[in-house]
Structures are given as structure tokens and as C-alpha cells.
Nanobody
């Protein structure tokens, strides 16, 4: 059974930090591109950051210099999103996504809420 399980969300004050985790199981996720997306109320789900199986990364302009995506693949794949200098506009549900380019398969986690507020 394929599963992506996010954790680490919560309430943080502006300027604070959080680290999100996404634990993947049930497939060979070491071969996949992993990504974090976020969706604020009433808005579309947008890409925050992505990391390929080779470790190449890309970020949304709004989070560059503040967020860092990383991954480990041994023994299982876990993807992290280190978020610093958080702003109220970072408030959203954050989702983990895995993409297998060769098959086109996509898998999503259930999401974790991040709220930035004083």
C-alpha cells in the first residue's frame, strides 16, 4: 500500500520556523521526484519546492531563501521542508507529492496544516 504521511505542521508566530516531514512507503520512492505543495483557503494548490531523485531542487519565488527541501532515501524515503522566517501568507495546508516520471504516477499525502499568526 502506497502511503505518504506528512507531519510537523502547527501554529507558529511570524518569523518563526517549522520543519515538515513526509514519510513515503509502499513503492520505490527513491526513484521519484518529491515535492511540497500548499493550498490556502479559497486558493489553488501551488508548488512550494521539489527535489529530484538526484537531489536537484527548485523553489517557488515566494519561498526562495527561506525554505529548504531535502530528502533521505535509506532505508526509506523521507522528505523534509525546513521553513524559516515564516510569514502569515505562508499559512496553508501543506501536501507532499511523489511523481514517477517514467510511469506518470502521482501520489499525494493527506496534508498538514501550517498556521503563521501572532
Amino acid at each position: 500500500q502506497v502511503q505518504l504521511v506528512e507531519s510537523g505542521g502547527g501554529l507558529v508566530q511570524p518569523g518563526g520556523s517549522l520543519r515538515l516531514s513526509c514519510a513515503a512507503s509502499g513503492a520505490a520512492f527513491s526513484f521519484s521526484t518529491m515535492a511540497w505543495y500548499r493550498q490556502a483557503p479559497g486558493k489553488q494548490r501551488d508548488l512550494v519546492a521539489a527535489i529530484t531523485s538526484a537531489g536537484s531542487t527548485n523553489y517557488a519565488d515566494s519561498v526562495k531563501g527561506r525554505f529548504t527541501i531535502s530528502r533521505i532515501d535509506d532505508p526509506k524515503t523521507t522528505v523534509y521542508l525546513q521553513m524559516t522566517s515564516l510569514r502569515p501568507e505562508d499559512t496553508a495546508v501543506y501536501y507532499c507529492k511523489a511523481n514517477f516520471r517514467t510511469s506518470g504516477a502521482n501520489y499525494w499525502g493527506q496534508g498538514t496544516q501550517v498556521t503563521v499568526s501572532s
